[in-house]
């Protein structure tokens, strides 16, 4: 073996770069703390982006939207620059979703009434407050026509299974009301419709638009000018007579049939779909069965649309024709089937539950009608602001001492809100009590004595003892002399809850009050302004009249009242 040869120079180089190498350790090490590991440094990964769309949408497909949107969500469904597309859908009823764009109250995206009638409300009204349309071009998502649902074996009585049934039919319950018991069924007594408020309800102005329509003998092109000869008004006068009571929603009336049965209503109007679900509920009374009227009734065509604001960016756009596009494709299309709905895609085949074992029929409705221009709607709205049933309405007013202070001002205050949302076929009764019954006003009608009305409201201040019970009993025995069945009755009665000054007791005033739809059809209303256990004997009176209570120290005045005037 050779001999090394040492080198110092070499050596020199060696120990410089031994002694730069411990240096940059050091000054690597000096970043971290004593214990920490040794890092490998790596690319940080680029979080991931999202981009929200929210829709608002008409409750009656809720269970379907939702379904479908959850597992949209889950997918991850991305727009061209990778961007995480996420919907929150909120469910609401379509007048709302209207105002919801108008009042610019949130940034909605996308919007889904339930019917292009909607649409074009919605964009004359934003042509008028903004000069430009809520919403452009929409598609169809899911079908569901106006039906009039109607108890199976009423039905039969009334020939449904040998002949079509339509408006017309209805009018003539009306001028017949012992119709039924002509034909031999006196156990159904008087009908009774119950028809959602075309002002607050989608489905019920549909349905006020097709008796329209059917009195004037049209399918379309329906003008201001066919609705002025007065037989459509008797026609449309005739139909709505047969209706017990309005309500906000068809929702409302589907959860009324089932809950009372035949005994409350002989029928109601509502979506197709409405009926297949009741067929899944154990706890429908009779079978319900879907009357297509025999002049026509509208799709209900749950349109999707992209709004027109400013804050609806490129990129909110291509993230909404996504989830538009996923919507309609044919899974999703097959399974609103199951919910009852027609799809909209027309590759999706009609299969069960749209049929007869569900009470519906796949080939009808044997003939639609077109949504008419937004005059002639505004127009309609009118007629029957003059010839629906109107409503004999009781304010039973507390002014004892016990509502002293705010009390007696919060009342004072809400009587005149209500009065505000009265119509001028409606009439109003006032009566004001503490230990003495005082009827200030009875049968008032509003429309010409509404600046009188409001006087009358404004002087009521509080004193003296509380005769509640004997109040409300009064109040009770006025409406059953004077409005059943020509008039929708309801008592609104505005206390803090409190008696002691009554003939009667509490056990007593229920006994008498009990709803009954053929003897005592009254609803009662009650909002109270006293504690928690004052306020409880008025949720009872409202409770077994079928009415509602509201507590007046909290509620929302103005909506409290938009919801009892849904149902007159």
């Given amino acids: ?32 703390s004593p214990s920490s ?49 996420q ?68 039905a039969e009585t009334l020939g449904w299974d040998k002949q079509r049934i339509g408006w017309a039919d209805i009018a003539a319950l009306a001028k017949n009301p012992q119709s039924l018991i002509a034909h031999h069924s006196p156990q159904w007594g008087h009908f009774k419709l119950g028809h959602p408020h075309p002002e607050y309800s989608h ?59 035949p005994d409350d209503l002989s029928a109601a109007v509502l979506y197709e779909h409405q009926v297949i679900q009741s067929y899944q509920d154990a706890n429908t009374p009779l079978p319900l ?48 089937l199951q919910y009852g709905f027609r799809p909209a895609n027309v590759s999706v085949a009609l299969d069960t539950p749209i049929d007869a074992a569900h009470g519906v029929n796949p080939l009808a409705p044997f003939a639609t009608l077109e949504i008419p221009s937004v005059p002639v709607i505004e127009a309609i709205i009118k007629l029957w602001h003059q010839n629906k049933k109107p409503a004999s309405i009781v304010l039973v007013l507390d002014r004892s001492g016990g509502m002293r202070g705010d009390k007696i001002r919060h009342a004072r205050n809400s009587a005149l809100q209500l009065l505000d949302l009265l119509k001028e076929p409606d009439e109003l009764s006032l009566l004001s009590f503490n230990h003495r019954l005082n009827w200030i006003t009875e049968n008032a009608p509003v429309g010409q004595q509404r600046h009188q009305l409001r006087q009358q409201i404004k002087y009521q201040f509080a004193g003296g003892g509380t005769a509640l019970y004997d109040a409300i009993e009064q109040a009770y025995r006025f409406l059953l002399n004077d409005a059943y069945p020509d008039k929708i009755p309801i008592i609104i009665v505005l206390s803090d809850g409190r008696d002691n000054h009554s003939q ?5 005033l229920l006994d008498k009050i009990s709803y009954d739809s053929e003897q005592h059809p009254i609803r009662i209303f009650t909002i109270g302004y006293g504690s928690e256990t004052e306020n409880k004997p008025l949720s009872e009176i409202a409770k077994i009249t079928r009415g509602q209570f509201y507590d007046g120290n909290t509620a929302d005045t103005r909506k409290m009242f938009k919801e009892i005037t849904a149902f007159f």
């Fill in 87 to 154: 919907v929150k859908a909120i469910p609401m009823s379509s007048a709302q979703i209207i105002d919801e764009v108008l009042s610019e109250s949130h940034q909605v995206h996308l919007i889904s009434p339930a019917s292009s009638a909607i649409i074009k409300l919605g964009n004359a009204k934003s042509q008028t407050k903004m000069g430009k349309n809520m919403v452009g071009y929409t598609k169809n998502l899911v079908l569901s026509p106006i039906v009039i649902a109607l108890w199976k074996p009423m």
């Fill in 289 to 336: 069965v879907a009357i297509y009227p025999k002049e026509g009734t509208f799709w209900s065509e749950h349109p999707i649309g992209i709004v027109k604001r400013d804050w609806v960016t490129p990129a909110h756009y291509e993230a909404a024709q996504v989830y538009i596009d996923y919507l309609l494709d044919k899974p999703q299309q097959e399974k609103a």
């Fill in 1 to 32: 073996m050779p001999n090394r040869i040492f080198n110092p120079i070499l050596f020199f180089v060696y120990g410089i770069l031994l002694l730069c190498l411990t240096l940059l350790s050091a000054c690597d090490n000096s970043h971290q």
């Fill in 37 to 85: 590991p040794p890092v490998t440094q790596t690319a940080a990964a680029e979080p991931p982006r999202f981009i929200q769309l929210i829709l608002t949408y008409d409750r009656e497909k809720q269970e379907w939207v939702k379904e479908m949107t959850d597992k949209f969500n889950r997918i991850h469904y991305k727009i061209s620059d990778a961007q995480i597309i």
């Fill in 504 to 508: 009667l007791n509490k056990k007593g």
């Fill in 203 to 261: 489905s019920g102005l549909l349905s006020l638009l097709a008796q329209v329509y059917a009195g004037a003998d049209k399918l379309s092109h329906l003008t201001v000018a066919d609705i002025k000869p007065p037989q459509i008004a008797t026609y449309l006068h005739d139909i709505q007579q047969t209706i017990a009571y309005y309500g906000h929603s068809s929702h409302f009336f589907n959860a009324e049939l089932k809950n009372n049965g």
